[in-house]
């Protein structure tokens, strides 16, 4: 085995997100789904982009999102993701270096632009999100680091990105990378409408062994499996997955590993918006998971991480979550 130089590397979208305020009547001159998520088009995204207000940018994506959790707990990462030689392209890998990320994918030179997530934020806290995918979603195979990978203790797959195929070709490329290094492979399954599209290729995945780490919510369970009841969910998965990680929302999480079973509540706070719970979830686990700590411990590091992420707006930890962790869990 190579040696270890990392504790998690990713393969995800890397989106740009800019948030800006905004008022209802503005939602409404430039006919935005008020509190949904809309694809938009290059032009869609510079006419959004034109009609906003001072507005925060800042590197996004499930899998960077991720990423940004473990490191600020103190893991070391890398990131593999797609940009364009633009100015978003360089906010992205300004922001995640920053964060203490590694991330060396060459920028594409060509079109689409890199990918942003234009969020206008209205007084009741409605979040209108507006999504242009662009460079993410070109991700070839040959812009891996095949030795990066192959020196993580884990690599951290975002089921978003299973959607196009330049990206989901480099995705399998480097399951086999990690797989013949002898490292770890984890996966989230992102959504519903993902696996309502590529279920059939996660299920494949889990019989050929190649997951050892699944992240999944309730309902993302029940697409997989086709059981709408969770014991009956974690019952068809428990003897396929090693480790299998279903959050529960309000009702905390629950992981099965090897015969063994942990659950615990979620962490109380105020719920100002959820978006990142999901991601920043996986953060603590995966840090728990990547240091070999018990089941129960990696699911209340997550719970904490999902806590932090909830209360605030935006997908990127606030709090100082080394010092959170302390106080909470000692």
């Not at 001072?54 to 993701?81: D, K, M, V, Y």
């Not at 090897?258 to 979830?281: H, M, W």
Request: glycine residues 10%; proline residues 4%.
């Amino acid at each position: 085995m190579p040696e270890t130089r990392y504790d998690v590397i990713a393969i995800g979208n890397a989106i740009v997100d800019i948030m800006a305020p905004s008022d209802d009547a503005t939602i409404e001159r430039l006919s935005l789904n008020k509190g949904g998520m809309t694809l938009v088009d290059a032009d869609g995204a510079r006419r959004l982009y034109e009609a906003m207000g001072p507005a925060r940018e800042i590197s996004g994506g499930s899998a960077a999102n991720t990423l940004a959790g473990l490191a600020a707990l103190g893991a070391q990462c890398a990131f593999i993701g797609q940009v364009a030689d633009d100015q978003f392209g360089r906010v992205f890998a300004h922001d995640i270096r920053a964060g203490g990320i590694a991330f060396d994918t060459p920028a594409r030179e060509a079109e689409p632009p890199t990918a942003q997530c234009l969020i206008f934020v209205t007084p009741d806290a409605q979040r209108t999100m507006n999504t242009f995918l662009g460079a993410s979603q070109f991700l070839p195979a040959a812009a891996l680091d095949e030795a990066a990978i192959a020196a993580a203790k884990v690599l951290y797959l975002e089921g978003y990105l299973w959607d196009p195929e330049e990206p989901r070709a480099a995705m399998r490329r480097a399951i086999d990378a990690a797989r013949s290094a002898g490292r770890e492979v984890a996966f989230t399954l992102s959504e519903v409408f993902v696996i309502d599209r590529h279920g059939d290729d996660f299920r494949s995945l889990i019989a050929d062994g190649l997951i050892d780490v699944l992240f999944a919510n309730h309902t993302e369970l029940a697409a997989l499996t086709g059981e709408s009841e969770l014991e009956a969910g974690l019952a068809a998965l428990q003897d396929k997955v090693p480790t299998l990680v279903v959050t529960c929302g309000a009702e905390g999480a629950v992981a099965l590993k090897g015969g063994e079973r942990a659950q615990v509540p979620s962490v109380a706070t105020t719920i100002v918006d959820t978006t990142g719970a999901g991601d920043l979830f996986a953060s603590g686990f995966l840090y728990g998971h990547v240091n070999g700590e018990p089941l129960e411990r990696c699911l209340q590091r997550g719970a904490v991480c999902a806590a932090e992420i909830i209360s605030h707006y935006g997908a990127r930890p606030e709090a100082n979550l080394k010092a959170l962790m302390t106080k909470q869990l000692g």
